[in-house]
């Protein structure tokens, strides 16, 4: 359990640093708690889909990571990305990645803050 929220605070300071340095990857809303809600939300949802969807996609698109000696990983983290900002539009939360680049960018961002996040934050292990 403690691993769970961990990943899911990490998953959240990553989201919001992309947030924080893409004027196109919004977090909408009125006031400050409701927006750190927000937050944990897509997080939330960003690690359910990357939980479920991304190894799917990584097995699927395994002869593209050979072919591009897996710079393709960039694409499927900017799908990932862009699939948590639809499924956050289908709950209601006040998230949004506007267009293919910014999400290729802000999957970066996440994937490098995330994996800092990842390296300080205590683990079960």
Known sequence: MKNFIVKTLANA?????AIWLLKD???????????ALTLILVALVF???NWLVK?????????LF??????ITLVVNAL?????SWLAGK??????V????????GGLIISIVSWALHVVLPDDE
């Open 25 to 35: 990857i919004t977090l909408s809303g009125g006031s400050t708690a409701h927006k």
């Open 47 to 49: 690690g359910v889909v």
């Open 66 to 71: 050979i072919l591009t000696l897996g710079l």
């Open 13 to 17: 300071g990553a989201l919001a640093v």
């Open 91 to 96: 709950f209601d939360l006040d998230f949004h």
């Open 80 to 84: 990932m990305l862009l699939l948590t």
């Open 55 to 63: 190894p799917v996609v990584k097995v699927l698109a395994f002869p």
């Open 98 to 105: 506007s267009g293919f680049w910014t999400a290729v960018l």
